[in-house]
């Protein structure tokens, strides 16, 4: 059985640059962006690097058995309330103990250096699948992201809750996913490798020309992630429990083309058929998760650009204007609004203005906004800012 460290590489150079941090592993059962990581980084010298790079292993003991978790998912943890829980426990179970160290280690990282920084969490999925970015919806992201030939897929943290980056995109630093493919396909090592590389000179660690290869990582990715539309947005997810007795069709891979009706998976209740005209996204195949499904939609350019400039000018401030919409932490760009309210306000509009992630009470309902808690600032000087 293999054994996992939890610090795969570390170069710190002498040189003042950013501050890269690479996570891998955090589903156990997801090898290849660990792999990617180590046969990418061993041979980097540091006197080509202007900065700092980090790459970290997630749960150790789940990569050993290879299984997505043991107790619990470490990416369905990660909340600033749970967090400080577990600091508060006697007696951890295993995932708490595997975050308790990355959180420390993130936190020395930050507290190292000055930045920017920039996290990159490297995962693949079970089903067969072109590789692709997600990201919280915050604008330096988005610009940061759109560098990479590949999809990218807004509005995860509207449906998951303790993503590990959605925690460090609330703390306003660039952090996205990269999902290389499926989990045992040889490729999704390669585009991992493909990916780091890329990533290593987008920040300004390493320049181009000391990346041997670097227009042909380029180029892989954008054969295996082409697609015509760069940008998605998550509309739905098939929430799901160990009791639902849920199970895929056979066939389906992220990105397909599904139609209104169309049977997608069972359940202890039946069929259960597609609500919508669009395309499937990580459709689960298999046994631990608690996401069966989501769907998603490409995102009209027209749409993306007025976002920005509405973020912008902070219109979000009228918002509070509104009856029933009152500013619950203004400084942390939350909003507390009332469900009856919220009943009446259309999604998009909230969306335009970077409210996507959400808390749920019994009467209200709190809502995230990314761009105030942004760190826009740490990265208005690199060159892909814009």
């Not at 940008?231 to 997810?237: A, V």
């Not at 389906?252 to 209104?260: E, L, V």
Request: glycine share 8%; net charge positive; hydrophobic share 40%.
């Amino acid at each position: 059985m293999p054994r996992y460290s939890r610090i795969i590489r570390q170069i710190t150079s002498s040189k003042i640059g950013p501050t890269v941090v690479f996570f891998g592993g955090i589903h156990g059962n997801e090898k290849s962006g660990v792999q990617a990581l180590e046969d990418t980084l061993k041979g980097l010298s540091d006197n080509i690097i202007t900065g700092n790079i980090y790459a970290l292993a997630g749960n150790l003991k789940a990569l050993e058995k290879n299984q997505r978790y043991l107790n619990l998912d470490l990416n369905r943890m990660w909340s600033s309330e749970g967090i400080d829980t577990i600091k508060t426990k006697s007696t951890l179970i295993h995932e708490e103990r595997e975050l308790l160290e990355l959180y420390d280690l993130i936190d020395a990282i930050l507290k190292k250096h000055e930045g920017p920084f920039y996290f990159f969490d490297l995962h693949t999925t079970s089903s067969k699948s072109l590789p692709f970015i997600t990201i919280n919806d915050a604008i330096i992201n988005r610009s940061f992201s759109k560098q990479f030939p590949v999809p990218i897929v807004l509005g995860i943290e509207e449906y998951l809750d303790g993503a590990l980056l959605s925690y460090i995109n609330q703390l306003g630093y660039v952090s996205l996913g990269f999902e290389s493919g499926q989990h045992d396909d040889i490729q999704s090592v390669k585009n991992h490798i493909a990916f780091i590389n890329i990533a290593l000179v987008f920040t300004g660690l390493v320049d181009s020309l000391y990346i041997k290869g670097f227009d042909t990582f380029y180029n892989q990715l954008k054969n295996e992630g082409k697609y015509n539309t760069r940008f998605f947005e998550i509309i739905d997810l098939q929430r799901i429990t160990k009791d639902d007795e849920f199970k895929m069709c056979n066939g389906f891979d992220s990105f397909q083309t599904i139609h209104k009706g169309e049977k997608i998976a069972t359940n202890k209740n039946g069929i259960i058929s597609s609500r919508y005209n669009a395309k499937i996204f990580m459709p689960l195949y298999q046994q631990k998760g608690s996401e069966g499904f989501f769907i998603i939609r490409s995102i009209n350019t027209l749409f993306l650009k007025l976002s920005v400039w509405l973020r912008l000018l902070r219109a979000d401030s009228l918002l509070s204007m509104l009856p029933g919409i009152i500013w619950y932490n203004k400084q942390k760009g939350i909003l507390k609004v009332n469900l009856k309210v919220a009943k009446y306000m259309a999604k998009p509009i909230f969306h335009l203005l970077g409210y996507r992630n959400k808390q749920v009470g019994s009467t209200n309902l709190l809502l995230y906004n990314r761009e105030r808690v942004a760190k826009t600032k740490m990265y208005k000087g690199e060159k892909w800012y814009r």
